[in-house]
């Protein structure tokens, strides 16, 4: 019995997704960003081996893409800091379904665990 084949179609939603979510660093700052609100120097330092450009450069395209805020908090000091919105927020599920796929440890119920910082030096090191 000989398969019909198809031909194969790239979906645009696909390609949006990965071409704002695929770029390097920007999955790892919706994470942090799911976790709570952060400044700048916050993700910064979470993130050392990113270059402040780079953070820059990502944390704007998140904010046009309307997946992050940027608030600004009257001094003295200024402070700027980012949080999700509800569209990025939204992106809690999938980021858990990739964390299990990857091998994070899971609850009961399949759900990814969080890795306290302790044991996150500990598998990196």
Do not use: N
């Amino acid at each position: 019995m000989a398969e019909t084949w198809r031909p194969l179609h790239a979906c645009h939603y696909t390609e949006q997704v990965f071409g704002l979510l695929g770029k390097r660093w920007t999955g790892l700052l919706i994470d942090l960003l799911l976790q709570r609100p952060a400044r700048f120097s916050e993700l910064a330092a979470a993130v050392p081996q990113l270059s402040r450009r780079v953070l820059t450069e990502r944390l704007t395209e998140l904010q046009e893409a309307g997946l992050v805020l940027r608030e600004v908090e009257p001094g003295p000091p200024v402070a700027v800091s980012y949080r999700l919105t509800e569209r990025g927020e939204a992106l809690g599920p999938a980021m858990d379904a990739l964390r299990v796929w990857a091998g994070a440890p899971t609850d009961a119920e399949g759900r990814a665990l969080p890795l306290t910082a302790a044991e996150h030096d500990v598998e990196t090191a």
